[in-house]
């Protein structure tokens, strides 16, 4: 039991410093390792296994809703890069740069990928003739590289994984509409698997993606009341498309241009799972993502038969859950913190006595809650335990969320709140990114999040500078 108390002390309180409790989580579960390169880091086998599970299940949506597959070069021409204007404005302070091949210097510089919409477009222009050929559903799982000035794992990193939507569409309204579908498909995937409530609505035209005619925004709040940015779809009109001469003949038999759309979410949501469900204890994993879902600790596993349960126990729950043994020599006790550590949402514990009455005992990560439970009714026992679970954390975290959501009627109650109690703040504005620009320097940082598609009606004038409001916001601080 020395080790346990060990590795509670080694996570630094969430209350004392939240950013140091962030980093020794991220360490201490052995989710990642930092590199030799500046912003780059090593994901481990538990971090990645986080990362296949919401691919596999995003990937899964987006199938359901007709995208393909594809995969684009790591390295775009500078000079296919400079064909849109305002997207490379947007880029340039971010872009790496190859300037030599093997010993030649490069004529046409590379640079490699922030994302990807100048590739995807330069394709799209060769193989789109005729509006049969639309709509055009594509995306792409790859890693991105953003020269950030400030990094943290899995937040923001010089190189990360990601995937990509870009899309055609015969007409705007069929492109804005698949816009909103695919950010719905991330809303869903945030409350159904990750357990995560969110705020959804349009970017402001200041918080736009560069080059995009609308952006939306899935909106999480953490536990600490800061936003991170979850997702993000942009409905970019023809812009690109015209700038990369992409043309079909339509229905009317004249040449037009497709309208666009862009798509994406990262590994930043692996960031958001821990800043949303983790405690002084580690991490907390809601169940669908969790890597192990399952993890069997025998007691007194020198004794006669009780290895021998435990894995008869494990094959037959193997086949509907992501199950673990643990029968290492490490103590049952480091086992538990271990496990705890690192967020396994059922620990499963089985010693001799249990196997004489035939049953177990399951222990929940979100409650500490122990349940004795007979061996012959384990697999609903463990089904309807994972889904408690998931829906606990759901509900934690919607609390979070609305506690810590404030409405501010005039400047000096924005300010006060803003001052006083970290969260989101709702409040009226006229449309003016100046009054972004004095909120901002004003609070030291809190930045309009997005314009919910529920809009409340909370007065007539902007809470900034009192002039007619055209909107509310929900404004917050973010990672």
Same mark, same amino acid.
């Given at each position: ?136 559903? =594509? ?46 498909? =991330? ?291 973010? =990672?």
């Amino acid at each position: 039991m020395a080790q346990q108390k060990k590795r509670v002390e080694d996570i630094t309180p969430m209350e004392e410093d939240f950013g140091k409790w962030y980093t020794d989580i991220v360490k201490k579960a052995e989710l990642m390792d930092y590199s030799s390169v500046k912003g780059c880091m090593v994901i481990e086998p538990y971090g990645y296994a986080i990362w296949e599970n919401m691919q596999h299940d995003l990937d899964a949506r987006f199938k359901a809703v007709g995208v393909q597959n594809v995969y684009m070069p790591m390295f775009i021409p500078e000079s296919l890069f400079l064909k849109e204007k305002e997207h490379v404005e947007g880029f340039a302070p971010e872009v790496a740069w190859v300037t030599q091949g093997g010993d030649e210097p490069l004529t046409d510089r590379l640079l490699v990928r922030p994302t990807s919409e100048v590739l995807f477009c330069e394709h799209y222009q060769k193989v789109i003739h005729s509006y049969r050929d639309l709509p055009k559903l =594509y995306n792409q799982w790859c890693s991105v590289v953003r020269w950030e000035k400030t990094v943290r794992p899995f937040l923001r990193s010089t190189e990360f994984l990601w995937q990509e939507g870009h899309t055609m569409h015969e007409t705007a309204e069929e492109a804005e509409a698949f816009t909103l579908k695919m950010l719905h498909v =991330y809303a869903d995937f945030y409350r159904d698997v990750l357990a995560i409530p969110a705020v959804i609505g349009k970017k402001t035209e200041k918080e736009k993606f560069a080059g995009a005619v609308a952006t939306y925004t899935i909106e999480p709040m953490m536990h600490n009341g800061v936003a991170l940015q979850g997702g993000t779809t942009h409905f970019f009109g023809d812009g690109f498309p015209t700038a990369f001469g992409i043309t079909f003949t339509g229905r009317d038999n004249t040449l037009k241009h497709p309208y666009e759309t862009s798509w994406g979410v990262s590994t930043r949501m692996i960031g958001a799972v821990i800043m949303v469900h983790g405690d002084n204890n580690g991490l907390a994993l809601p169940p669908r993502v969790a890597p192990v879902q399952v993890v069997i600790v025998p007691v007194a596993q020198h004794k006669p038969g009780v290895l021998e349960k435990a894995g008869e126990i494990t094959a037959a729950l193997g086949q509907k859950f992501r199950v673990k043994l643990d029968d290492s020599d490490n103590s049952p006790g480091w086992k538990y913190a271990q496990y705890e550590m690192q967020g396994v949402p059922i620990r499963l514990e089985l010693g001799p006595r249990d196997i004489e009455n035939g049953q177990c005992v399951l222990v929940r990560r979100d409650t500490g809650e122990k349940t004795t439970v007979a061996l012959d009714d384990l697999e609903g026992a463990i089904a309807q335990l994972l889904d408690d679970i998931h829906q606990n954390m759901y509900n934690r975290a919607l609390e979070n969320l609305r506690s810590k959501t404030f409405e501010a009627h005039d400047y000096e109650e924005f300010l006060e709140i803003a001052r006083d109690k970290p969260g989101f703040i709702k409040a009226m504005w006229c449309g003016d990114p100046a009054c972004e620009d004095k909120i901002k320097e004003d609070t030291g940082g809190v930045k309009s999040r997005c314009i919910p598609f529920e809009e409340e009606h909370l007065g007539d004038v902007c809470a900034c500078c009192g002039k007619p409001a055209k909107h509310m916001v929900v404004w917050g601080r973010q =990672y």
